[in-house]
């Protein structure tokens, strides 16, 4: 009993953590590029688009611990094992323009329980908790600091 309550507490968090995906898509809008890797950690793919916009890559995943348990049927003379366990894997695509987030896009393993991106909340979770508010100065240049140019 306690592994099926384990198991519901634990789909219902990541259910919840599927809305900060959509929240950090309005919030971190306009956040300078030094603030989300700061709080996401640097891009694994940078690819300039054009002279001042660039996309950045960032992945993770998201496996649950598997739960199993034993289902009693028919006053105990049939006892049927369930288990349960889920991995998702999420890339993130942000597109920085001078300097700051223009937008953010998702890409990753959709799950009817967790919600579509709910491994992706990892990765956004820490920018809409703790952003920095760090000021750019005239003239940033993002492509300098990535070496993307």
Do not use: N
């Not at 889920?86 to 896009?105: D, E, K, N, P």
Request: aromatic letters at 6%; hydrophobic letters at 45%; a negative charge.
């Amino acid at each position: 009993m306690r592994a099926l309550i384990f198991a519901l507490a634990l789909v219902l968090s990541l259910a919840a953590c599927a809305d900060r995906t959509e929240q950090a898509r309005a919030e971190l809008v306009g956040m300078p590029y030094p603030d989300l890797v700061a709080c996401a950690g640097p891009p694994s793919v940078r690819v300039q688009t054009d002279a001042d916009d660039w996309d950045g890559e960032w992945g993770g995943s998201v496996s649950t611990p598997s739960v199993s348990g034993a289902v009693p049927l028919m006053g105990d003379l049939v006892k049927p094992t369930v288990s349960a366990s889920a991995a998702m894997s999420c890339r993130m695509t942000a597109r920085i323009r001078g300097g700051r987030v223009y937008s953010i896009h998702y890409v990753g393993t959709s799950s009817l329980i967790f919600g579509a991106h709910a491994a992706c909340a990892a990765l956004v979770r820490d920018c809409l908790l703790h952003p920095d508010h760090t000021t750019l100065p005239d003239g940033y240049d993002a492509g300098r600091y990535l070496g993307v140019k």
